[in-house]
C-alpha cells in the first residue's frame, strides 16, 4: 500500500465549476498535511497546508481533513482554466511524503 | 523575500561522472530538504538538514550525499552517475524541521548520457 494515495486523473471540469481533489494516507500518526500546485515544467507551489480536523479555507481554496478516515481533500471554488496543473498531495510523517498527483483539466 | 535558488538549473552529464547541486534557502529558514523528481516515481525524498546535520534520509544509494553549511545554504552530491539518475532535483527549505511549510525552488534538471 502506497503510503499517499490519490487518483491520477485528468480530472475534467467546466470553468466555472467545482473541482474536488483526494488523498488518503496511511499513517495515522501524520500530523501535518500541505497541498501543493505543480504547473508542467516548474516546480510545486504550496497552496495550502492543514493541521487539524475540519475545513480550512483560503480563498477559492478549501483544504479538509479527516484523520478518523486518513483522508485529506482540496476543492477549487470557481475553476478557472489557470487552475489546470497537477495537484500533489503531501504528507508529514517524520518526512514529506507526497502522492504521485492528481492532473486538473478545466475547459473555458 | 527571495525565494530558493537552485544552482545550476540544467546539467548535462555523462554515466560515471559525479555532479555537486548547490541550493540557497529562504533567508531566516534553518532545514533544507532534497527530492528527486521523475515521471514514474513522484517526487521522493532524498535527505534533510537542519543546523549542519542530516536529520532524515530517503532510501537512495549512498551516491547521494549532502550536506550543509552553516548559512543553511546546502549542497547535494551524486557520485558515478547512471542514466536512471536523470531527474529534476528540488530543494525546499522551511523554517524549523517537523511539520513545517516547505517552499521549493526553482530545481536542477539532470540529464544523464
Known amino acids: 500500500q502506497k503510503e499517499v494515495e490519490q487518483n491520477s486523473g485528468p480530472l475534467s471540469v467546466p470553468e466555472g465549476a467545482i473541482a474536488s481533489l483526494n488523498c488518503t494516507y496511511s499513517?495515522?500518526?501524520?500530523?501535518?498535511f500541505f497541498w501543493y500546485r505543480q504547473y508542467s515544467g516548474k516546480s510545486p507551489e504550496l497552496i495550502m497546508s492543514?493541521?487539524?480536523?475540519g475545513d480550512k479555507e483560503d480563498g477559492r481554496f478549501t483544504a479538509q481533513l479527516n484523520k478518523a478516515s486518513q483522508y485529506v481533500s482540496l476543492l477549487i471554488r470557481d475553476s478557472q482554466p489557470s487552475d489546470s496543473a497537477t495537484y500533489l498531495c503531501a504528507v508529514d510523517t517524520d518526512k514529506l511524503i507526497f502522492g504521485t498527483g492528481t492532473r486538473l483539466q478545466v475547459f473555458p | 523575500k527571495a525565494g530558493v535558488t537552485q544552482t545550476p538549473r540544467y546539467l548535462i552529464k555523462t554515466r560515471g561522472q559525479q555532479v555537486t547541486l548547490s541550493c540557497s534557502p529562504i533567508s531566516g529558514h534553518r532545514s533544507v530538504s532534497w527530492y528527486q523528481q521523475t515521471p514514474g516515481q513522484g517526487l521522493q525524498f532524498l535527505f534533510e538538514y537542519f543546523s549542519e546535520t542530516q536529520r532524515n534520509k530517503g532510501n537512495f544509494p549512498g551516491r547521494f550525499s549532502g550536506r550543509q553549511f552553516s548559512n543553511s545554504r546546502s549542497e547535494m552530491n551524486v557520485s558515478t552517475l547512471e542514466l536512471g539518475d536523470s531527474a529534476l532535483y528540488l530543494c525546499?527549505?522551511?523554517?524549523?524541521?517537523?511539520?513545517?511549510?516547505?517552499?521549493f525552488g526553482p530545481g536542477t534538471r539532470l540529464t544523464v548520457l
Open positions: 525546499a527549505s522551511s523554517l524549523d524541521f517537523g511539520g513545517n511549510e516547505q517552499f
Open positions: 499513517d495515522r500518526v501524520s500530523q501535518s
Open positions: 492543514i493541521y487539524s480536523n
